[in-house]
């Protein structure tokens, strides 16, 4: 149990494009989700937290009209990337808690590589 | 603010020699304490957790820790390492009571000679 997957897993785009990136909770209601960015060799930055229903909470330094972030339902959250830009790729990984600290489960991650 | 210190970078052991990660936390009362292993390009997979209760804690794959609050540290440990142990360790802390965000040490990087 306590699956969590993301799509794409590879995401190639043009400089000034949007990309959105899914995070899905398969077996279990994720009421909250986090995303987080790595940079290589590095550990994992957390840029916001999501809860159902309700506006994420952003960390500081983290712009959140250029990380937009929905979580409209119990089992699925999107981070858009708006006009991203050659400064944005990394490697953006989610995770789902089924409720306040509790475990969090990791998704697989997503590359993204703006050209 | 709470804090993880994973002190070793880097370390390499040979294929069925023992293991320890260090792991230390520097917070005034007792987290709740992780350990997540992240293979190359993947994501974080978690091995074990520590809530409260029985301060060694088993978790998948063979590994586990002990919770030592005089020393505020979470070791990981493995009695006979194999070739797919290869990967990347994370320590990570919640605080309780407090918010849900987990924070991370820095990660141990793990190689496993033949």
């Known amino acids: 149990g306590a699956v969590v997957s993301q799509h794409p897993s590879w995401v190639i785009c043009k400089s000034g494009t949007s990309v959105k990136i899914e995070c899905r909770s398969l077996d279990f209601q994720a009421t909250t989700m986090f995303w987080y960015r790595q940079f290589p060799k590095q550990s994992l930055m957390l840029m916001a937290t999501?809860?159902?229903?309700?506006?994420?909470?952003?960390e500081q330094g983290v712009e959140k009209d250029k990380f937009l972030i929905n979580h409209a339902s119990l089992t699925l959250s999107t981070l858009t990337v708006t006009s991203a830009h050659p400064e944005d790729s990394s490697f953006y990984i989610c995770?789902?808690?089924?409720?306040?600290?509790?475990?969090?489960?990791f998704g697989p991650g997503t590359r993204l590589l703006v050209l | 603010a709470q804090s993880v210190t994973q002190p070793d970078i880097h370390i390499t052991v040979s294929e069925g020699a023992s293991l320890e990660l260090r792991c230390n936390y520097s917070y005034g009362a007792t987290p709740y304490l992780f350990w997540y292993v992240q293979s190359p390009g993947q994501g974080l997979q978690l091995l074990l957790k520590y809530f409260s209760g029985d301060t060694l804690v088993q978790g998948i794959k063979g590994f586990e820790a002990e919770f030592k609050r005089s020393q505020s540290s979470f070791n990981l440990r493995k009695p006979s390492v194999h070739w797919s142990d290869a990967a990347e360790y994370f320590c990570a802390v919640v605080t309780q009571g407090g918010s849900e965000k987990l924070v991370f040490g820095k990660g141990t990087k793990l190689t496993v000679n033949p």
């Open positions: 995770s789902a808690s089924a409720g306040f600290q509790e475990t969090q489960y």
């Open positions: 999501s809860n159902e229903g309700s506006k994420a909470t952003y």
